[in-house]
């Protein structure tokens, strides 16, 4: 295709301005945790200086709770996601394979009911998990985060279900197999990518929720995005340097986990909203 | 199609047991909170619909439902416009596609409190170096932290921010799914390129339009960390979004009565919301199978 000088400019600044825009600020945090406590406030940002871990000394020695936050924010973020995908596959699986009236009401309420806010929630669930004594436990936080993707997860599987040709699992049932066999042996290996897709999803946002761990945790399960805000509003004045190490710590491991799995990511957006 | 048994029901069971328990009953319980008076530790009381009366003469409430409003409007809007612009020109095809998208998909891996550090940063009028940009090139200051207007902008900027990636991939693969052919024929009938958009590409993915817009009105409807780690409702509950007002009157203000109130009329409006989603699927998948 020919086109003019001035449109492909426009392209290649379009493009330019995106990256810009989606990049620049995490480039700069990153950077700037490497550099020393002067160049982080210089202006213009500088690209090029002598790099120093004195900020992320300075986390692990003024903030020592940091590295326990994060096994938290790791272990309630696969547990969350180990939940949301066991119960969405089964769910999918009733929804590609069955009808009725009680599978329809089920499914209409699934998409109902996560419509509501989650702050509404917080007010009944406070008392009554002081109760349980379950504040300030990873099990709360796994059964929410799980409780707000069960719904989308249980789509993203039923979509993907929907393209296994269903005479493989007749034939399954033919040799002897039953329901639960076929699911485990036909269906959860060719349905992968979907419960990828469907992890990506809570992973990303447990791994990253403010909400919930602000309001339901305090010490033992605190995860690691609260010690980031307490960072943030610190009376002291806020340390820029070691904050950003912070932040540099809690966003490296899950940007990458999204770059590499982008693809699914796609997948499931395009599968989730489209028949969801 | 098969018909379903005990077995299927006990498989649908953990999903549905999980909505029950973390969804449905305490929203029904905050359903009869929303008529009582009580704060945490201390009796309910029936008060009939005073939480109601009370919600609907503050001030605080009305500012907050009216920056709700207008917050969400910009931000979904502000995120499809742009999604639509970038996806028209990402499907002619962009150099070193695999790396921008994977940089243009960065936000959605950032968690919000990173993202108000970052933002909070970069606009800091003694440090931010956007700030002294502004400063240099002689523009008036940015005073997200007195100006409540320019809060509320900071606000929208950081939930476009994060929230691009989503409303883009969704609108970018609807593009990249309209059939080549449907161009060709276009072309061939003598359209040009404006009328080859508003006849081929428009109607090809008013589909996933639809579904973006409602879902990211849902979403944004939930806004609450942006705005709490930013301005915390300030100066003078003038930034408060509704979140924000049920957080505080529930647990500032130890008003779990109003706090419950308000969390209805936030069920109720995106009742209303799902209820048209519903409708609107519900009509477009009429039409694909006509």
């Given amino acids: 295709m020919r086109e003019g000088l001035p449109m492909r400019l426009l392209r290649a600044a379009t493009v330019l301005f995106v990256v810009l825009w989606s990049g620049a600020p995490v480039a700069l945090m990153v950077l700037s945790s490497f550099k020393p406590t002067t160049e982080i406030f210089a202006y213009p940002p500088a690209l090029i200086f002598a790099p120093t871990l004195e900020h992320y000394r300075t986390l692990f020695e003024k903030w020592p709770d940091f590295l326990g936050t994060l096994f938290n924010s790791a272990a309630v973020a696969i547990l969350s996601t180990l939940v949301t995908v066991a119960a969405s596959v089964l769910a999918g699986y009733v929804y590609s394979r069955y009808r009725g009236t009680a599978i329809g009401a089920s499914a209409l309420f699934m998409v109902a009911i996560r419509l509501l806010p989650p702050i509404v929630i917080i007010l009944p669930l406070f008392p009554a998990t002081s109760l349980l004594q379950l504040n300030d436990t990873w099990a709360i936080l796994v059964m929410l985060y799980a409780t707000f993707f069960v719904s989308i997860g249980s789509m993203i599987l039923k979509a993907y279900i929907d393209g296994i040709p269903t005479e493989l699992d007749d034939a399954a049932r033919i040799d002897g197999a039953g329901e639960m066999q076929t699911l485990l042996r036909i269906i959860v290996p060719l349905a992968a990518p979907g419960m990828v897709a469907a992890a990506v999803f809570v992973f990303v946002y447990a791994w990253n929720e403010y909400l919930f761990a602000f309001v339901f945790t305090t010490t033992d399960a605190k995860t690691a995005p609260i010690v980031i805000s307490e960072m943030m509003g610190s009376l002291t004045g806020v340390d820029w340097g070691a904050l950003f190490a912070a932040a540099t710590v809690q966003l490296v491991p899950v940007t990458l986990f999204v770059i590499a799995l982008q693809r699914f990511l796609v997948a499931g957006l395009t599968a989730g909203s489209v028949k969801g | ?290």
Avoid at chain 2, 3 to 29: D, T, W
Avoid at chain 2, 179 to 187: D, G, H, M, R, V
Avoid at chain 2, 222 to 227: A, P, W
């Fill in chain 2, 1 to 290: 199609m098969r018909r379903f048994g005990a077995a299927q029901l006990l498989m649908l069971a953990p999903a549905q047991a999980l909505l029950i328990a973390f969804i449905a009953i305490p929203s029904l319980y905050v359903f009869w909170l929303s008529f009582t008076e009580s704060s945490y530790g201390t009796g309910t009381l029936f008060v009939g619909l005073a939480n109601y009366e009370a919600i609907w003469q503050d001030d605080a409430f009305w500012r907050a439902l009216v920056n709700t409003l207008l917050v969400i409007n910009v931000i979904v809007y502000g995120e499809l416009l742009i999604s639509f612009l970038l996806a028209a020109v990402f499907v002619q095809g962009i150099p070193f596609r695999a790396v921008v998208l994977a940089i243009i998909l960065m936000p959605y891996a950032i968690s919000e409190v990173v993202a108000v550090a970052i933002w909070k940063f970069m606009l800091d009028p003694q440090i931010g170096s956007i700030a002294r940009t502004l400063a240099a090139l002689g523009l008036p200051d940015f005073d997200w932290a007195t100006n409540p207007t320019q809060g509320l902008i900071l606000v929208c900027l950081i939930s476009i921010w994060l929230h691009l990636p989503f409303t883009f991939i969704i609108i970018y693969a609807a593009m990249l799914a309209v059939p080549k052919e449907l161009y060709e024929a276009a072309k061939i009938d003598g359209a040009s390129a404006a009328q080859r958009f508003r006849y081929v590409t428009l109607p090809g993915i008013a589909g996933a339009v639809l579904v973006a817009l409602i879902f990211r009105y849902i979403l944004s409807f939930r806004l609450f960390s942006e705005v709490w780690l930013l301005t915390a409702g300030g100066p003078a509950r003038m930034t408060e979004v509704l979140a924000v007002y049920l957080y505080k009157q529930a647990f500032t203000y130890a008003s779990f009565g109003m706090g419950a109130a308000t969390g209805w009329i936030m069920v109720v409006v995106s009742g209303l919301v799902a209820a048209l989603y519903v409708w609107l699927l519900h009509r477009q998948g009429f039409r694909k199978d006509a």
